[in-house]
């Protein structure tokens, strides 16, 4: 087991330009999670998926943000139109519900830098 | 939705001094859990603790979910200590959507 994957780790961008990450979970994962941290911040919850079904998204996030997760493994993260306070790290998490049914331990990437100019 | 605050916001020790970071939820809490940002940005896992306590090493974790929140020891501390501490976790009703807090940013000196 390799963890949880994210790529590209890092991006540098023009602003209106599109950016797609990816995340690639821990395999036996059920759950997974997209963050947004910024400096000196807390990662802010962006979205969760369980399988392929997207169950929940920040009221944040807007409508040039858009994630899948086709086949319950992979996901993509994609930012359209690109603005410089999307410049961000963006954190991938997994997680197993059927592991130890009621707990929610998150594994986290080592995320994707967002740079946009 | 929920709230979750940290304290001290900032801290600097002596290498070897022990220190006690602080977790205050808005509202009742499941799935909480402690977490170690590195210099590098990664996050680790360090304590999933809704309730008790737990030790690992020099760290140890405390919550009492009754009043809503949740406390990590760090005794002996070292350099590589030095990072962010952050706490997280989700309400009953939501609880899979996990609300991290700002940080305690720790820095060890030798």
């Known amino acids: 087991d390799t963890g949880v994957s994210q790529d590209p780790r890092h991006k540098i961008t023009k602003r209106g330009q599109n950016v797609t990450f990816r995340c690639d979970p821990i395999s036996e994962h059920n759950r997974l999670y997209w963050y947004r941290q910024t400096l000196g911040q807390g990662p802010e919850f962006l979205t969760y998926?369980?399988?392929?079904?997207?169950?929940?998204k920040s009221r944040l996030l807007s409508d040039r943000f858009s994630a899948e997760r086709p086949k319950g493994s992979f996901s993509t993260l994609e930012i359209q139109r690109t603005e410089q306070g999307d410049s961000a790290m963006y954190l991938c998490a997994s997680s197993s519900s059927t592991s130890n049914p009621g707990a929610n331990v998150l594994t986290f990437g080592a995320g994707s830098r967002l740079t946009v100019l | 939705g929920i709230q979750v605050e940290q304290s001290p916001p900032d801290l600097i020790l002596q290498e070897g001094a022990n220190s006690t970071l602080r977790c205050n939820f808005s509202d009742s809490v499941n799935n909480l859990q402690w977490f170690h940002q590195n210099p590098w940005g990664q996050l680790i896992n360090l304590f999933y603790i809704p309730s008790g306590t737990k030790q690992n090493g020099r760290l140890s974790a405390t919550t009492v979910a009754t009043e809503r929140y949740s406390l990590l020891y760090i005794s002996s501390s070292q350099t590589t200590d030095s990072g962010v501490y952050f706490c997280?976790?989700?309400?009953?009703?939501?609880?899979?959507?996990?609300?991290f807090g700002s940080g305690t940013r720790l820095s060890i000196r030798p």
């Open positions: 998926f369980q399988n392929e079904a997207q169950l929940e």
């Open positions: 997280a976790g989700g309400t009953y009703s939501s609880a899979s959507k996990i609300i």
